[in-house]
């Protein structure tokens, strides 16, 4: 999928027209510096014909630059510090256990961007923030919908539900490139390092510049310690899963293949992981970047985890960053900081050139080692047994494509095809929730060879159920009943769905199917009492009893004071089913809060009336979609910010 390019083509613009009053003279700011542009090293001829990138085009007259980049202003500036401030306490309360205490700030945190005005809607901070908050409020979600679902499936069925719940795909550890980055302290450099490095230049091939000096050679030493080593090893190993695609998406996107080097710092190659700030994907792609460029995010997928999707979006985006910027360090610096904090640095010092900006510390902290970093990753990796690296490269990824017209588990598929749950994971890492979402057309990816078998396998489960339902192979020795206490289900419904007469139990070997119920997520949420709330009237908001609103509350009567929060455990969307309660019956339709079914606008739309207390967040949750597809479908949320008793159009997920 391509990204929006009426987007990215602003930031662009912006940007370029930034960096060409580097070529202006006379200028007031550039009066003191005249702009030193290092010349990039020699590219191979191979290279430079597969990109085919024209130098850095300077318009002729300047245009006001302040008029074209949003700028900030001082109510700017003070709102981003609260935000940010209660953004940052959030992410500390998250981390100390504190989790009431950290959504509360996280709200806060959200509510102050909201009720930013039409004067700061252009400010990229803002919107950055924005993203980031969410994302991290997203991830932070999951994790407790997963602990909740396990433990609300064990006190339901009193059995051990460690494999059989639905659950959400964990993300990975901290992205390296963090660890690398911000160490305090690197070793002592290693004399004989320098004339290694500089030999190796002139034997191993590569299409981007290759550099040999104090920063990057502190690094090389670092990778020779264990921790560096097992840094790159691992990076090294799980290389072999992805090099043949990446190196075949950046030479057709007309970049240099070394770039792979860079997904390599970034993520060791592990689609999973998410950096502190909420980049996540083998190419950590921010939430508002991966947009851009197509990565779209929804409750059950996040293609940034998609390694072939996210590869050409960042090929996409490096190849956008040299048109800028013409020059390939730069270019990373800017993938790591932004575009915009590479200008800005330029333009301040006057010079073009990662080195000089670097030695007057123009650039973010991390930013100023990102370069060194990936050069001299780049070198260990292009000759490891130079540097006693010795590593053998998982194979690649190997797998048919099969297009759905409806939702499935991949633990159905795992049962279908004979394949293990970890090994469909890893090739369908952007589905968060092991759950493919109902799109036609979906691309899932399963073992070569195993779609006609899958096909027939899963054809006798009805379709809506498809998202709950297992096989089975009864095994020699293992009975029925066996069967059903492994999946907690009842006997009686294992035999009415397989048509099995009690009295004449099925042959060892026969394939069962096994009707397990749909798993229903629940979530804690904090709801703030409002002048006039009942406790009736919350509780029947929220589809829960009194009893129990008593109880999580612990609350004595019926009398409840404006202002304060309270805990509510709700009953949120099934997978692709209606809302149920923990008996798996219907809840009645209608309560506050749901979708309201009118006139669709387009095929699967809603009309949403908004209620008092919501936000764009709150409303992208319940309809399993995101805040920006909310914003495309309502063109009046870029004008105005949100109020009660609007209408939303949205198109809901299945």
Request: hydrophobic share 40%; aromatic share 6%.
């Amino acid at each position: 999928m391509r990204g929006k390019r009426g987007k990215r083509g602003v930031s662009i613009l912006a940007v370029a027209l930034s960096l060409s009053l580097l070529a202006v003279a006379g200028c007031e700011d550039f009066a003191k510096h005249t702009a030193q542009v290092r010349q990039p090293a020699p590219t191979p001829q191979a290279s430079l014909d597969a990109a085919k990138i024209g130098a850095l085009p300077f318009p002729a007259h300047v245009p006001d630059l302040q008029a074209l980049v949003p700028g900030s202003s001082p109510a700017a500036d003070l709102l981003l510090a609260q935000a940010q401030a209660s953004f940052d306490a959030g992410e500390q309360a998250y981390q100390a256990g504190q989790l009431a205490v950290a959504r509360e700030d996280f709200n806060s945190a959200l509510d102050r961007l909201m009720k930013s005005g039409p004067e700061d809607a252009g400010d990229v901070r803002l919107r950055q923030l924005f993203d980031r908050i969410v994302d991290t409020m997203q991830n932070d979600e999951i994790e407790t919908e997963k602990r909740d679902e396990i433990v609300a499936s064990a006190g339901e069925t009193g059995a051990d539900t460690t494999d059989e719940s639905q659950t959400v795909t964990p993300p990975e550890s901290t992205a390296p490139i963090e660890e690398i980055a911000n160490m305090e302290s690197l070793p002592a450099t290693d004399p004989r390092l320098a004339a290694m490095a500089e030999k190796e230049l002139i034997t191993v091939p590569h299409d981007i510049p290759l550099t040999v000096n104090a920063s990057v050679l502190q690094y090389l030493s670092f990778f020779e310690t264990p921790r560096g080593r097992e840094i790159v090893e691992l990076g090294l190993q799980r290389a072999g899963r992805y090099r043949a695609m990446i190196e075949s998406t950046l030479k057709k996107e007309g970049v240099p293949q070394d770039l792979i080097y860079l997904a390599q710092a970034e993520s060791a190659f592990k689609p999973k992981v998410i950096s502190s700030a909420g980049a996540r994907g083998i190419w950590q792609f921010m939430p508002y970047t991966g947009e851009e460029y197509g990565l779209d995010r929804n409750f059950w997928v996040d293609k940034r985890d998609d390694p072939e999707a996210a590869t050409r979006a960042a090929a996409e985006h490096l190849r956008d960053l040299y048109q800028m910027f013409g020059d390939w360090y730069l270019v990373m610096a800017a993938y790591n900081s932004g575009p915009l904090n590479v200008a800005r640095a330029v333009e301040r010092t006057g010079y073009a050139d990662f080195w000089k900006l670097q030695k007057l510390n123009a650039l973010p902290a991390q930013t100023k080692n990102y370069v060194p970093i990936i050069l001299a990753l780049a070198m260990v990796a292009k000759d490891p047994l130079l540097y006693g690296i010795h590593v053998d490269p998982d194979p690649p990824l190997t797998f048919d494509t099969i297009r759905l017209n409806h939702a499935i588990s991949l633990r159905l598929v795992a049962d279908a095809t004979n394949t293990s749950l970890d090994d469909l994971e890893a090739m369908n890492p952007e589905l968060v929730r092991g759950i493919t979402p109902n799109q036609p057309g979906f691309a899932l990816h399963v073992p070569p060879g195993t779609g006609p078998e899958l096909q027939k396998e899963i054809a006798s489960i009805p379709l809506d159920k498809r998202t709950s339902w297992r096989l089975a192979k009864l095994e020699p020795g293992q009975s029925l009943g066996e069967v059903a206490r492994q999946y907690h289900v009842s006997l009686a419904s294992l035999e009415n769905v397989n048509v099995i007469d009690a009295h004449d139990p099925p042959a060892p070997g026969t394939e069962l199917v096994v009707p397990t119920p749909p798993s229903t997520l629940h979530r804690w949420v904090a709801y703030r009492i409002r002048p006039g709330d009942t406790v009736g009237g919350v509780a029947g908001r929220f589809h829960v009893s009194v009893g129990e609103l008593r109880e999580w509350n612990h609350l004595r009567g019926n009398v409840i004071i404006a202002g304060r929060e309270l805990r509510i455990y709700e009953t949120i969307r099934s997978f692709y089913g209606r809302t149920r309660d923990v008996a798996y019956h219907p809840r009645p339709r209608g309560y506050a809060g749901h979708p309201v079914r009118r006139a669709p606008v387009e095929r699967g739309a809603v009309e949403h009336r908004v209620r008092p207390g919501e936000t764009l967040w709150s409303i992208a949750r319940s309809y399993g979609t995101t805040v920006a597809a909310l914003k495309r479908e309502n063109p009046f949320l870029d004008r105005r910010e949100l109020k009660a008793g609007d209408h939303l159009n949205i198109v809901a997920s299945p």
